[in-house]
């Protein structure tokens, strides 16, 4: 199963597949534990000979032969490499080599964290090898990534949102990512996929998944208004959003358009989103 996966997605496994288990005992009745409310580790020895500065991230290969990306580290105990991967569920993992270079970011701002973020399987081109730096992203396709970015099993049928359908290639990841509360509708029954988003509501859904993640940023009482107050157009940002805001730029996740201006109506670059999803998955050391 797992060979056939690495043809079918093109990349090479690393490492000897690894199908972790873990199982309770209570009054001699035994549970299997499928999932947790925070990551668990599991550590993945690295065999001699293997290059590892080629492994580019730790998958999930689920029964039907889908995989997806699992947050992944390098690390190194008593002189040995170990791949540290962090899930939320017990798999069947394996760590590959899935190395993107688009051929459109070469001298770009974010070509590092662009790549990176592709090698992982979180984000994916526009065709023909291009990536589109500069273009906007749509909030169904941000949801999507961020869902990518956590290692979270796509859903597979209940549609909360009247504008979000079963054949729409990114109703699985909106189920998922409304089942794990990274996202709200515009109301109960509007999601607006197609929209484009903006930076507010990006950054309400990063604030979200930092939860996920574990990453705090512990705000105290009128913190918002003393974090705010150097950004000239705190005031355009909605009353929802600005607590999410304040826990993005003090744990260094986004930062502002300038150093005086957020932005916060305004849309966020595919380039952007790529470098915010590596700070996140950095700094709540998940890569």
Same mark, same amino acid.
Do not use: H, W
């Given at each position: 199963m797992v060979e056939n996966a690495a043809k079918t997605g093109d990349f090479a496994i690393m490492v000897?597949?690894?199908?972790?288990?873990?199982?309770?005992?209570?009054?001699?009745?035994?549970?299997?534990?499928?999932?947790?409310?925070s990551y668990v580790e599991r550590t993945v020895a690295i065999p001699d000979g293997i290059d590892r500065t080629k492994i580019t991230t730790g998958i999930i290969v689920s029964p039907d032969g889908t995989v997806r990306h699992v947050p992944t580290q390098i690390i190194q105990i008593n002189g040995k490499y170990y791949a540290k991967i962090n899930s939320l569920t017990n798999s069947i993992y394996t760590v590959v080599s899935y190395t993107i270079e688009f051929s459109d970011i070469v001298n770009h701002w974010a070509k590092d964290a662009i790549n990176n973020m592709g090698s992982r399987m979180i984000v994916t081109g526009m065709g023909n090898g291009n990536y589109n #730096?500069?273009?906007? +992203? $749509? /909030?169904?396709?941000?949801?999507?990534?961020?869902? !990518? @970015?956590?290692?979270l099993e796509t859903g597979r049928g209940e549609y909360k949102f009247s504008d979000v359908k079963a054949t729409n290639w990114f109703s699985g990841y909106i189920e998922t990512?409304?089942?794990?509360?990274?996202?709200?509708?515009?109301?109960?029954?509007?999601?607006? #996929?197609?929209?484009? +988003? $903006? /930076?507010?509501?990006?950054?309400?859904?990063?604030? !979200? @998944?930092?939860?996920?993640?574990?990453?705090?940023?512990?705000?105290?009482?009128?913190?918002?208004?003393?974090?705010?107050?150097?950004?000239?157009?705190?005031?355009?940002?909605?009353?929802?959003?600005?607590?999410?805001?304040v826990s993005c730029l003090k744990t260094g996740v986004v930062s502002g358009t300038s150093s005086n201006t957020l932005a916060p109506k305004g849309n966020i670059t595919r380039a952007e989103v790529a470098l915010i999803i590596e700070r996140l998955l950095e700094k709540s050391k998940l890569i």
């Open positions: 000897p597949a690894v199908e972790f288990v873990i199982n309770c005992t209570c009054s001699d009745k035994m549970v299997n534990v499928s999932r947790f409310n #730096p500069d273009g906007d +992203i $749509t /909030r169904g396709e941000f949801a999507a990534i961020v869902v !990518r @970015a956590l290692g990512a409304s089942k794990y509360g990274i996202i709200n509708g515009y109301n109960e029954s509007t999601f607006a #996929p197609n929209d484009k +988003i $903006t /930076r507010e509501q990006a950054m309400t859904m990063i604030a !979200r @998944a930092m939860k996920i993640t574990g990453l705090e940023s512990s705000l105290k009482d009128n913190e918002n208004y003393t974090v705010l107050k150097g950004y000239s157009d705190a005031e355009d940002i909605a009353d929802y959003a600005k607590s999410s805001i």
